[in-house]
Nanobody, 124 residues
């Protein structure tokens, strides 16, 4: 069992950067692949990025490729999402997910553990 807590979301202007953090509990955290998803009002949950348990492999949605970077620090039980060149379309609740059933996994039902999310708002 893993509990996930996200932080770092806030209001920013278009073009600015933001880094989200997700801290997990439990010794098994370092053995799980992790991912970030997002959900905007009235829209389905959308895959953003994923990272393997070792951090050696990453995978991104086309909409964020080249702007967002996922990373992890297993010593801190943490995974991060660096978001650059933010757009208004990036506005959403960002959720951390763990332990997919396969790699890479882009569907939310493929992940076993979820955080509550952190709100990112991009607006001028």
């Amino acid at each position: 069992q893993v509990q996930l807590v996200e932080s770092g979301g806030r209001l920013v202007q278009p073009g600015q950067s933001l880094r989200l953090s997700c801290v997990g509990s439990g010794s098994a955290f370092s053995t799980y692949a992790m991912a970030w998803f997002r959900q905007a009002p009235g829209k389905e949950r959308e895959f953003v990025a994923a990272i393997s348990w070792s951090g050696d492999s990453t995978y991104y949605a086309d909409s964020v490729k080249g702007r967002f970077t996922i990373s992890r620090d297993n010593a801190k039980n943490s995974v991060y999402l660096q978001m650059n060149s933010l757009k208004t379309d990036d506005t959403a609740i960002y959720l951390c997910a763990a332990h997919p059933k396969r790699w890479p996994a882009e569907k939310d039902y493929e992940y076993d553990y979820w955080g509550q999310g952190t709100q990112v708002t991009v607006s001028s």
